[in-house]
């Protein structure tokens, strides 16, 4: 059986993106934009949450590389950066008891 040769770096990467991930607000988070890129407004409208906390879960997504965000006027919007990430979620989905 041939030995798999794992990469430290690129390990401690993805656990860092699945600690960004492990987090109730931020699984729902990637819920919904897995249905359909979304602003921070719409997000937080949709959370029942306030500006600032959406904010900051959305800052630790997107700087950990789970989220991507582009400007579309004053609004910026945010969308998964990859379509894997989307498995993920509907797993999580299939999974719970």
Do not use: W
């Amino acid at each position: 059986m041939e030995k798999l040769h794992l990469n430290q770096e690129k390990l401690e990467l993805a656990a860092a993106k699945l600690r960004a991930i492990s987090h109730p607000t931020r699984i729902a988070i990637l819920d919904m934009l897995n249905d359909k890129p979304m602003s921070v407004t719409e997000i937080f409208n949709e959370l029942k949450m306030d500006q600032a906390s959406t904010s900051h879960h959305l800052n630790i997504l997107k700087n950990k590389g789970v989220l991507t965000s582009h400007r579309q006027g004053k609004r910026i919007i945010y969308s998964l950066k990859y379509d894997t990430i989307s498995e993920i979620i509907e797993c999580i989905n299939r999974c719970h008891a």
